[in-house]
């Protein structure tokens, strides 16, 4: 009897094991099933890869959860949003011709009026310099830096906000 009990425990703590889902580190970029899953920024549905974000967030050491956007402008907003009461670990993009996550701050971004995003940032990523400089030349846009995507982003919701607040 006690042979068998063990067996059950050591079954049970298996399958418990089994249950709990992959671990997430900030090397682990997100998993989004495209069609199904909700952006954490707008509350719509992700359904093109090509312009899909994720933030791995720490939630207290060691322990991390992932966020999701269907448009890099939309994780760009909710770390403005949010930027206080996160810990962000890393920053994931998709490749705009490969479709491949991509480190979100070694990236290179295009920034255009003729790209048409999800939620009409005008942003798109690509892994490499040269292709992004082939995108930016297709689209009539300019290629950053995330550093700075993001200077340029912060800079250009603080005018936004200010000219809100002048009733204008």
Known sequence: MPRTITLFIILHLALLAACGGPTITPDTPPEILYGEDVCDQCNMIINDERFAAGLVVELEPSVYEHRIFDDIGGLLMYE??????????AYYVHDYNSKEWIDGENAYYISSQDLFTPMGFGLAAAAQELEANALAKEWNGTVLTFAELYEQFIENAAAAEHMHQRGQ
């Open 80 to 89: 403005k949003e949010h930027g206080g009461e996160l810990t962000i670990a």
